[in-house]
């Protein structure tokens, strides 16, 4: 099983930062970005390293647990800014660029400026930061991975965290995503301002 290594970090010289996000798929809630910079590879916890990886592979239990460790390492062996883009901006400019807005955001928010980015994807970001689109990098590179994490995380508690709000989509359990309850929900009671109104099921529904 492929596992992600510093194996393309190590390729570029100076501080590299990962760049991924989460959230293209739901019908509600933002996209969610994080770019994430390890400054010393070799110092890196071992535990730690093992433990990461596509954050699609990873229970929401171990995400949990990755993160935590990953924020008590912030500033010291690492670095990294989220960035969210709302329903509202990604019915008006595409969840594609929305989701190239998100990353590069995350990007420019970073305190020390990286003098590479790896890029998860087919498609690079509008900086004159060298970069290097990765397709399947969270699947490669522990930066990309990382992020996603991070990304993960973030997304998966702010839609929870909505549940509260809106109880009767489920977000808690389905974060946004197209499950039978919360379309079920969407013919009862009709999109919220969360809900993405170019996406085609909400469209379909004539809500």
Same mark, same amino acid.
């Given at each position: 099983m492929v596992k992600p290594s510093f194996d393309l970090e190590r390729q570029h010289n100076g501080l590299v930062a990962g760049c991924d996000?989460?959230?293209?798929? /739901?019908?509600?809630? /933002?996209v969610v970005a994080c770019a994430l910079t390890f400054f010393d590879y070799d110092n890196i916890p071992q535990e730690l390293l093992a433990l990461i990886n596509d954050s699609k592979k990873l229970t929401p239990v171990k995400r949990e647990k990755i993160y935590a460790q990953l924020q008590n390492h912030k500033g010291s062996l690492l670095e990294y800014e989220v960035s969210f883009v709302a329903a509202e901006e990604i019915d008006r %400019?595409? %969840?594609?660029?929305a989701s190239l807005k998100a990353m590069l955001n995350?990007?420019?928010a970073l305190k020390t400026r990286p003098s590479h980015l790896l890029v998860d994807g087919r498609f690079g970001l509008k900086t004159n930061v060298p970069q290097t /689109?990765?397709?399947?990098?969270?699947?490669?590179?522990f930066s990309i991975?990382?992020?996603s994490i991070i990304a993960k995380?973030?997304?998966d508690t702010y839609m929870t965290n909505l549940h509260q709000r809106y109880p009767q989509f489920d977000w808690a359990s389905n974060k946004g995503y197209p499950t039978a309850t919360h379309l079920?929900?969407?013919k009862e009671h009709g999109p919220t301002e969360f809900h993405r109104k170019s996406f085609a099921p909400i469209k379909t529904l004539g809500v």
């Amino acid at each position: 099983m492929v596992k992600p290594s510093f194996d393309l970090e190590r390729q570029h010289n100076g501080l590299v930062a990962g760049c991924d996000e989460v959230g293209r798929g /739901p019908l509600a809630g /933002p996209v969610v970005a994080c770019a994430l910079t390890f400054f010393d590879y070799d110092n890196i916890p071992q535990e730690l390293l093992a433990l990461i990886n596509d954050s699609k592979k990873l229970t929401p239990v171990k995400r949990e647990k990755i993160y935590a460790q990953l924020q008590n390492h912030k500033g010291s062996l690492l670095e990294y800014e989220v960035s969210f883009v709302a329903a509202e901006e990604i019915d008006r %400019i595409n %969840i594609l660029q929305a989701s190239l807005k998100a990353m590069l955001n995350a990007v420019e928010a970073l305190k020390t400026r990286p003098s590479h980015l790896l890029v998860d994807g087919r498609f690079g970001l509008k900086t004159n930061v060298p970069q290097t /689109p990765v397709i399947k990098g969270d699947a490669i590179s522990f930066s990309i991975a990382a992020a996603s994490i991070i990304a993960k995380v973030t997304r998966d508690t702010y839609m929870t965290n909505l549940h509260q709000r809106y109880p009767q989509f489920d977000w808690a359990s389905n974060k946004g995503y197209p499950t039978a309850t919360h379309l079920a929900a969407l013919k009862e009671h009709g999109p919220t301002e969360f809900h993405r109104k170019s996406f085609a099921p909400i469209k379909t529904l004539g809500v």
